[in-house]
């Protein structure tokens, strides 16, 4: 029986008067890959944010309900949210490397952490660089400014950077978005390395994306859950309509 990581109870979100997530509850499992499938605007984005408390940063946002981190209510006063951002790292649809090399990009985090000696940090960045399949392109760059690396090679960069912290939960907000079917095939190649490790929740770009990286699928739509189920189960035989005409391109 598959362990849930993250519980979601009964989650509405609100942008002021606009509610753009409605009674949300869903369960995402360790070490498998969610994949939060919909149309713009469903609320996948702010789904994502709510898991490690990025929405906090919004004014006039409202959370009600329960999300539980291995059964921890993360809006509990004891959890402090830096340590939940490095439990739960987030990584976004547009890379974004910081201004320095390769190798100080991935160390970053873990320098601002202390603690770790020259030798651990050198074979931590090595080993995110690895898991985020980027390794081979950039072993002989590492001194090269990250600017000077392709959108791809960026994007695998910034999972490198969250992968060095360690986290338990990756999510990944359409971390493909703007990339060619090449970078786009290594990331996907990384996610399934990477679920062995890690718990990821991903908004993939496309609907084919999906059936190639999940274990587990939730459609949703304007902020509604409609159903969430097993890869093969939600593309072969999906409970709902709107499921099917959106997975076959019929709307969306």
Known sequence: MAHTKISIRNMNFFYGQKQVIHALSMDVYEHQILALL???NSGITTLL???NRLCDLIVEARLEGEILLDGQDIFHPEVGVTQLRRRVAMVFDIPTPLPLTVFDNVAYGLKLQGGKSKAEIQETVERAIRMAALWDDVKDRLDESALSLSGGQQQRLCIARALALDPEVILLDRPCASLDPISTAKIEESLHTLKESYTVVIA?????QAARVSDRVAFILMGELIEIAPNKEIF???QDQ???DYITGRFG
């Open 236 to 238: 072969a035989n999906p």
């Open 242 to 244: 709107r499921t099917s």
């Open 204 to 208: 993939p770009h496309s609907v084919q």
């Open 38 to 40: 919909g149309p713009a």
């Open 49 to 51: 944010r709510g898991m």
